[in-house]
């Protein structure tokens, strides 16, 4: 947990949270999370919770940094990357630079060697912007398009095939992706598989 200036506190998600974090969203985005899907994205996920919150003295959620995990394989090891997405600060708390703060929180305490490898994204232009000029944020090129069918990667009836299917290129993807920046850091030449325990979300 981190004070700044005696007004807000930093720390991870909290149990009973959910609350504030969806009320935050209706200021910020002028409009409603379903309840059931954060709880689907953010609390049923079977790997660890990755959300980083700023809060007022009287406990109010001003600020929300945070993203879903996956378990990948790299190599020959078993690593964990974070899916940021539903970042957020309340429009009458963007003084004191709390965003960048609460950002950089985050990456201090999540993005440890032994905890993410990677932390990737996909916001628009005017987000990415942001992100770029304070966090430095950055894009990755050459990114290819995949596609395949959910129930043929995580099918497990025929485990001698240890869900090896055969993903198809998409050499001219036009589809709503396009409108997004993909940013992330990541090491050269890295392959990344999506393990057969993401079924469990």
């Keep these: 947990?981190?004070?700044?200036?005696?007004?807000?506190?930093?720390?991870?998600?909290?149990?009973?949270?959910?609350?504030?974090?969806?009320e935050l969203w209706k200021t910020a985005f002028k409009s409603n999370m379903d309840p059931d899907l954060f709880k689907w994205k953010y609390l049923d996920n079977p790997y660890s919770k990755t959300m980083m919150l700023?809060?007022?003295?009287?406990?109010?959620?001003?600020?929300?940094?945070g993203g879903i995990p996956f378990k990948f394989q790299y190599n020959e090891d078993i690593v964990y990357v974070v899916n940021?997405?539903?970042i957020m600060?309340?429009?009458?708390?963007?003084?004191?630079?709390?965003?960048?703060?609460?950002?950089?929180?985050?990456?201090?305490y999540f993005c440890t060697p032994d905890n993410l490898l990677l932390m990737y994204g996909f916001p628009g232009e005017?987000?990415?912007s942001i992100g770029e000029r304070i966090?430095?944020?950055?894009?990755?090129?050459?990114?290819?398009?995949?596609?395949?069918f959910p129930?043929?990667?995580?099918?497990?009836?025929?485990?001698a095939q240890k869900n090896i299917v055969e993903l198809e290129i998409i050499e001219n993807y036009d589809g709503p992706a396009k409108?997004?920046?993909?940013?992330?850091?990541?090491?050269?030449?890295?392959?990344?598989?999506?393990?057969?325990?993401?079924?469990a979300l």
């Design 1 to 22: 947990m981190e004070i700044l200036d005696g007004k807000y506190i930093l720390r991870s998600f909290h149990p009973g949270d959910e609350k504030g974090i969806l």
């Design 84 to 86: 940021l997405m539903d």
């Design 179 to 199: 409108e997004f920046t993909w940013f992330g850091k990541i090491a050269s030449h890295i392959t990344l598989f999506p393990l057969s325990e993401m079924q």
């Design 135 to 148: 966090l430095n944020y950055k894009k990755i090129s050459n990114v290819l398009y995949l596609k395949a």
């Design 89 to 108: 600060s309340h429009p009458n708390h963007r003084e004191n630079r709390i965003f960048e703060k609460t950002a950089r929180r985050f990456i201090e």
């Design 126 to 128: 005017f987000h990415y």
């Design 54 to 65: 700023c809060v007022t003295d009287n406990s109010e959620i001003v600020t929300f940094y």
């Design 151 to 159: 129930n043929e990667l995580f099918n497990k009836k025929n485990s």
